[in-house]
């Protein structure tokens, strides 16, 4: 009993102090990335896997050292998943249970637009990732990623649609794209998705959680588990790895991946990376190349939930891709962006990532295709941060699974 209470008042206190300062300044020493600082992970991992090279995980922290604040620009978000930049500087954010949302800078919420197809919002599913067309000013088209139910369960599924005039509704939706075969379940949906710079999309499918339908993660003729490269009307893109083989989807890119809940592409390499849950541990990082293999669930570096080692508790395999980086314990990664802008100059390059059940923001300092720098952003929040954008300011927007919207910049 005294447990209890003791807890209740503790959530009081941190709910109380979150909800009347929803703003703050961040400033630190500064640190290099070569000062030898300890891991921000100090909690005990749950294997004892070892890394396959050195800075695969727990690399040297690394702390801001330009002044920057964060704000609470609205609470009254209704679970959002995904949150884009309009040209204007205005934000569009999908809500999971199906509409979406446009947000003035100073936080304003417009009414749910409507107009999208049905989703499905039990479990992981609902209305997810979105994106805009590169000529959105000129035509107004929203491209999204949602849940959809079908005969025989549900599956992952792409539409666009333009959104009105008047910013109330999304006119002609329509599906272009399902990642087939349905499954009845309400777990790993992936649901990112983005434009590459030949105007065609890259989306992210989940391989449904369940020990029957993993190894689909890994079967070519499967929509599920995969990172799909499709053209605005959903069909295969050209320059695809499969696009020749007979056994193999065509607008398969890359396979053998669990739960991909975050997409970017590197301002200046302009490689795709892609971040993905792991079970118990072995959340990941992987730079994503056109045609490879990146091993679930037949390698990883998390375990089973109950404890068990997944499949055959190998962590290696020849012709399986290694993770860039990965977390043990697990980060919960979502949505994720690379820093563009210049107001931070220090961040120039850097990728951030919402983390869920961490309650914070990941940055990673990234060179070379390594990481060597780690810093965690909004831990006292109390969030789970379900994605990052940023903004035409040049400051970062993050979104939380309790409904904040936050912008994070210089001070």
Known sequence: MNKTIAFTLLGFVCFFTACNNPSSTQEAAPTGKDSNNAPVETKKPNTDYKPAFAGQTRVAGVKTSTPYDFKVLSSDLKKPWGVVSLPDGRLLITEKEGTMRIASADGKLSDPITGLPPVNSKGQGGLLGLTIDPDFANN?????????????????????GKLSADEKRIENAKVIYRATPAYDGNLHFGGRIVFDKDGNLFVSTGERSDRVTRPQAQDLKSGLGKIVHITKDGKPAPGNPFLSNSNARPEIWSYGHRNVQGLAFHPVTGDLWENEFGPRGGDELNRIEAGKNYGWPVITYG?????????????????????????????????????????????????????????????????????????????????????????????????????????????
Not at 140 to 160: I, L
């Open 140 to 160: 107004r088209m929203v491209y999204w990623v949602f849940s959809e139910d079908v005969s025989g369960g549900n599956h992952t599924s792409v539409a666009r």
């Open 303 to 411: 375990i089973e939930y109950g404890g068990p080692k997944v499949g055959d508790g190998i962590t290696q395999k020849e012709g399986l891709e290694q993770p860039v980086y990965y977390w043990d314990p697990v980060l919960s990664p979502s949505g994720m962006t690379f820093y563009s802008g210049d107001a931070i100059p220090e961040w120039k390059n850097n990728l951030f990532i919402g983390g869920l059940s961490s309650n914070h923001i990941a940055r990673l300092v990234i060179e070379n295709n390594k990481v060597v720098g780690e810093e965690r952003l909004l831990s006292d929040q109390g969030q789970r941060y379900r994605d990052v954008t940023q903004g035409k300011d040049g400051a970062l927007y993050a979104v939380t699974d309790e409904g904040r919207l936050y912008r994070i910049g210089k001070k």
